[in-house]
Each structure stands twice: as C-alpha cells, then as structure tokens.
C-alpha cells in the first residue's frame, strides 16, 4: 500500500540523480571561472605590457618645461612603441602641479584622449600660438651671443606662433616656410643658413 503523506512528493524528480552530476555541474562553474579569471589576467598583461613605456619615463618635476617635457614624452612612446590609446593614462601618471591639474579637471571621457588631454595642459599653462607670438617680440638680439643659436630661436618661436605646439610625429628637421620673392630654399635645414652666421 502506498503511504497518503507521500503522494504530493511522488511527481518531483531530483535534482541531481547522483554524485556523478553534481560533479559535472561543479565542473561547469569551475570552468566559466577560470575563463573569466584568465580573461581578466590576459587584459592586465596587455595593459601592463604597454604600461612598460611609463616606468622608464622619468616623472616630471616642477623645474621641467612643461611642453618640453610632453614632446619628450611623444617621442618616448613612439620609440618605445606605445600605442597612442594608453598615452593620456601614462601622461596622468608622469605629470605634477598645474600640468596634473589640467587633467584632473577633464570628465573622465575626455581624460582618455591623448589629444584633448595634452590641449588642456597647454591651455592651463597659457601655452599657445599667442605665447609664442608674445615670445618671439619679446627677444631681443642683444641677449644672444651666438647669431645662428638666436636664429634658430626665432624660427621656432615664428613656427610656433603660425602652427602652434608640434604634434606627435612632427619632424623638426625640414620644415617648410613661406616663399618670399627671390628665395629658392624653402627648408630650415643647414644648407639654409647664411655663411656668415656659421
């Protein structure tokens, strides 16, 4: 005879029918655990493998030339072979005073462009087309011993008063310059330097 109490229980199965699919179901977690958990190392070993480039970049200190100090810092990651994506993350880490605040006032989108982050630095340090130009009127001939040092000085404070700051891959060698009339060399190289300043 079959015992009353019994018959609500009589149509559940359950849940595991022995220890050999509990063992399987363990198994499945454990598995989509590791796969998760070697995701997550395999994105830390890419972004560490990138972030190598900043631990041999020495950090700016409140003495450097702020905008000196980031075209070093482009030239580092070029050679170095950062990619362009991890540069403003690397910069953060390396920069101090107005420079660290600069991009601490950037939303946290913004703050992830190389570009944008480097214009606000600038732009906080008051380092632009017009400082350049204010630079340049600025110098005066007497202070400059050396005639082609200060020539050189005055092309690039011109250059960066027309252009504004170099961008990253900019070369300074060979630029080219307004064609005045009876001038055939249109670069800055040092064939272009009159005999008399050497």
């Not at 796969?35 to 990138?50: C, P, V």
């Not at 003495?63 to 910069?91: C, K, N, V």
Request: hydrophobic fraction near 35%; aromatic fraction near 6%.
């Amino acid at each position: 005879m079959e015992d009353p109490n019994l018959d609500p229980y009589a149509n559940m199965q359950p849940a595991a029918t022995g220890p050999v699919d509990v063992l399987g179901q363990n198994l499945q977690v454990l598995a989509q655990i590791l796969d998760s958990q070697q995701q997550i190392m395999g994105r830390q070993l890419d972004w560490f493998q990138h972030g190598l480039a900043s631990f041999k970049m020495p950090k700016m200190t409140k003495d450097d030339d702020p905008e000196a100090y980031i075209e070093a810092f482009e030239r580092h990651a070029l050679m170095t072979g950062l990619g362009q994506s991890y540069w403003a993350s690397q910069l953060r880490a390396l920069v101090v005073g107005k420079a660290q605040a600069a991009y601490r006032a950037l939303s946290r989108e913004d703050a992830r462009d190389y570009k944008l982050v480097k214009q606000a630095i600038l732009y906080r340090l008051e380092i632009n087309p017009e400082h350049y130009c204010r630079l340049f009127r600025a110098k005066k001939g007497s202070d400059e011993r050396r005639p082609r040092v200060l020539l050189q000085l005055l092309r690039d404070l011109l250059d960066k008063c027309r252009t504004g700051p170099r961008s990253p891959g900019r070369s300074n060698r060979a630029r080219t310059v307004p064609k005045r009339p009876g001038r055939t060399d249109t670069t800055l190289g040092p064939a272009a330097h009159p005999t008399h300043l050497r």
